[in-house]
């Protein structure tokens, strides 16, 4: 994201003030009103304040492209559009990253302007069918019709291998506080997400039952089962390392210096995992590798799609498959395994 020339003044805020969108885009002290209302209407609707800040973010690139070709939002039509999509190819912004943008901006536009975000970015339709032909050779066939024009650019697919059992036990080595240890199981042996783990509090954990409630994306709640390892660890944390005088009831807080006692803040958390991938030489070993190992894991064992859809809280099950894929080291196992087989199967007297 850039800052030059007339669009330095640009910039998303946190609103402190009750009853109004958590995030604002000013222009110096003055709030953009269009994007006010629209954030607004987004806040109404109790979306997170995770996802108002997304949009936030997104209407500001789209604010400073326009700042910066002299134009307005009811100006936009099809060749803005897209040189605002080279505009964000040029400053190396990711396809996934630009797709949500251009989503953003046309609910923006529909809201705002007379659905001039369904004008310039229409829906890809499904493909029509015209009728039937028939030919002597191939029986009965369809025409296709004409598909309209999709501003989605193409997302390239990207395998992420879990971690493995000894890079496990490589970043868990040397790890002295129960705090740190409890964020690290729910991580891994529940799948929390970062957020999840944050906004846990302490009559979230029942630790009769061994289960605790869970606020999801969109403050959708599910109740998981707690494993016997988290359970243990957190009930250690509670027991002798969280301060009894907390002013709130956050689950995780922050042990030493001057927040002591205060809720853990996501920065926090990301110096922790910054800190042991660093000390363990495992780059690649941020928080949220530690949940998709948890779904790899479960898929590997044999636990059905519907299932892990429900522990890792994914409203679609394509999401859920999309998500987890067979790491790499265990389709060079299967590979070999069946190879042994058909080699000597195949092999010459």
Not at 12 to 25: D, G, M, Q, R, S
Not at 154 to 183: C, M, W
Not at 247 to 252: D, E, G, W
Request: glycine fraction near 4%; include cysteine; hydrophobic fraction near 35%.
């Amino acid at each position: 994201m850039y800052d030059t020339g007339e669009t330095k003044h640009l910039k998303v805020i946190a609103n402190t003030k009750a009853y109004e969108p958590p995030f604002l885009l000013v222009e110096g002290e003055d709030v953009i009103q269009p994007v006010y209302q629209f954030l607004m209407l987004i806040y109404l609707r109790d979306f997170s304040a995770q996802t108002i800040r997304a949009y936030a973010y997104d209407l500001l690139a789209f604010y400073r492209f326009l700042y910066d070709s002299g134009l307005t939002a009811e100006e936009l039509d099809v060749q803005n559009l897209t040189r605002f999509i080279l505009s964000q190819r040029k400053q190396k912004a990711a396809p996934r990253t630009i797709n949500r943008r251009l989503t953003t901006i046309q609910s923006f536009l529909n809201s705002q302007y007379n659905k001039l975000g369904d004008k310039i970015l229409p829906s890809p339709s499904p493909v029509l069918y015209k009728g039937q032909r028939n030919t002597a050779l191939l029986g009965k066939s369809f025409l296709k019709g004409e598909r309209k024009r999709s501003w989605k650019l193409k997302v390239p697919t990207r395998l992420v291998d879990p971690l493995s059992h000894n890079e496990v036990q490589r970043f868990l080595a040397g790890i002295k506080k129960y705090r740190d240890l409890a964020i690290i199981y729910l991580m891994l042996l529940c799948g929390l997400r970062s957020a999840e783990v944050l906004g846990l509090e302490i009559d979230d954990i029942d630790f009769i039952e061994n289960q605790m409630r869970v606020r999801g994306k969109g403050n959708k709640e599910r109740i998981l089962p707690l494993s016997n390892l988290a359970r243990k660890t957190l009930k250690l944390y509670l027991d002798y390392e969280r301060p009894v005088k907390c002013s709130h009831s956050k689950c995780f807080v922050t042990l030493r210096g001057s927040t002591r006692a205060k809720p853990m803040t996501k920065e926090s958390l990301r110096m922790l995992f910054r800190y042991r991938s660093k000390i363990t030489h495992l780059k690649k070993a941020h928080p949220h590798l530690f949940r998709h190992t948890f779904c790899t894991q479960l898929m590997t064992q044999g636990v059905s799609i519907p299932v892990v859809q429900k522990l890792m809280g994914h409203t679609d099950i394509h999401t859920t498959m999309a998500y987890t894929h067979i790491a790499y080291k265990d389709i060079y196992k299967e590979y070999h395994q069946a190879m042994e087989t058909l080699q000597k199967n195949y092999e010459a007297d």
